[in-house]
């Protein structure tokens, strides 16, 4: 029996906001932050290029050319009994086994960009998708433990290494079912600016401000997997060094201590995040940081442990689940020319409006200096 992504009747309400046109190129004809070409599939194949929900030939969904057993399939259609949602307008595709969608890209060569996709699994089994732009190419883990729709969406970055880039996601999976598979929804890309140190800073893109596109409706944030494969962080400066996803998150639908970005740390020890720091050994540094949360029913006793060096630092924070934040302070003794920043969650917690979802303290605003000695 197929499993079909676990369905919720709320987000009929918030999900099916108009979408404004997308203009997806800038004016030098290069592509603009946002939707790629038919990023949400809204634009239909014509009916003739359709067997019930299959695609039939490699160039009927405008936009794209996909390969292998790809469906198109439209909000509240049927699953047995089970109501198939979309997050972006009203129309996703399901990428079968070893099937793909890909798109050209204009971009100027030797940035750096990063693609959000939203994405949910249809099977009850592992289900992962290869991100690709040629060179760079990563597998993504499609996971469900982070929102209890059943959807989430994942950021992946690369360089440009031309002035055409064709982005590729494909299903490497080989289920008994053919229409297993992962959905796909809402592809977007967003320009990537490498952060630059400030003289007030010692730690690059401190408040996460520069990241992965976020979509202005979607209220579950952008999971940024961890960098096994991928070397170029969809959070520049910052390495998700750990088993599990960080969630990077926006002032828009969540509280956050400090400017519009910050990282929610949802996957206990599992998820950390990561900076290496240039330090002169022997010198005295305080590092400072926010930790809260972020008004996501994520109630309970978090704890943030900071590394830095060989000083460490545990910091307790009663959530209630409604937003707000501490600062805390490291002070360390540099021993090494390069110094790991680094923050995890001691705990693993559940949000306490849905029991399924993972959730986690929120880091953010992050600072270190050099401390004079009097
Ligand atoms: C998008 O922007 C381009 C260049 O600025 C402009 O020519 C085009 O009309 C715009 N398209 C839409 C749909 O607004
Ligand atoms: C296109 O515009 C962007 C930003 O407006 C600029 O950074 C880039 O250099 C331009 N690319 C070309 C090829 O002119
Ligand atoms: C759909 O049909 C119209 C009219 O026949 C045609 O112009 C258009 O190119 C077709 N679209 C696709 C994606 O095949
Ligand atoms: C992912 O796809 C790319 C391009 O199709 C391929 O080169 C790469 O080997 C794939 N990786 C995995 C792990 O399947
Ligand atoms: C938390 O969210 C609620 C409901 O969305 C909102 O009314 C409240 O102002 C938010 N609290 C903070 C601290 O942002
Ligand atoms: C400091 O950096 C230099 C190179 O910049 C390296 O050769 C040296 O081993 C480093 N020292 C320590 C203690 O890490």
Known sequence: MRGVVLLSALLCATCHIALSASNDTARNGTVADGLLDNGNFEQAPNATNMK??????????????????????????????????????????????????????????????????????????????????APD??????????????????????????????????????????????????????????????????????????????????????????????????LPGWIVESLKAVKYIDSAHYFVPQGRRAVELVAGKESAIAQVARTIVGKTYRLSFS????????????????????????????????????RAVLEFVAVSNRTRIMFLSTYYTMRSDDFSSLCGPVVDDVKLLSVRKP
């Open 52 to 133: 019930g929900t299959v695609v039939v030939g490699r160039y009927a969904i405008p936009g794209w050319v996909n390969e292998g057993f790809v469906e198109y399939i439209k909000y509240g259609q049927k699953q047995g009994d089970m109501l198939l949602v979309v997050p972006e307008g009203a129309y996703a595709v399901r990428l079968g086994n070893e099937a793909s969608i890909k798109q050209k890209i204009k971009v100027i060569k030797g940035m750096y960009y990063s693609i959000t996709f939203s994405a949910a699994r249809t099977c009850a089994q592992e289900e992962q998708l290869n991100v690709t732009v």
């Open 137 to 234: 190419s990563g597998v993504l883990p499609i996971q469900t433990v982070y929102s209890s729709t059943g959807w989430d969406n994942y950021a992946w970055a690369f360089k440009a290494e031309s002035g055409v880039v064709e982005l590729i996601i494909h299903n490497p999976g080989v289920a008994e079912d053919p229409a297993c598979g992962p959905l796909i929804d809402a592809v977007a890309i967003k320009a990537l600016y490498p952060p630059r140190l400030t003289n007030n800073n010692i730690m690059k893109n401190a408040g996460f401000e520069e990241g992965a596109y976020i979509f202005p409706n979607t209220p579950w944030g952008v999971l940024i997997a961890p960098n096994i494969e991928d070397d170029h962080c969809p």
């Open 291 to 326: 930790v809260g949360d972020a008004n996501n029913s994520c109630v309970g006793s978090l704890v943030v442990e900071a590394f830095a060096g060989k000083g460490t630092l545990k910091v307790p924070y009663e959530s209630k689940g409604t937003g707000g934040f501490k």
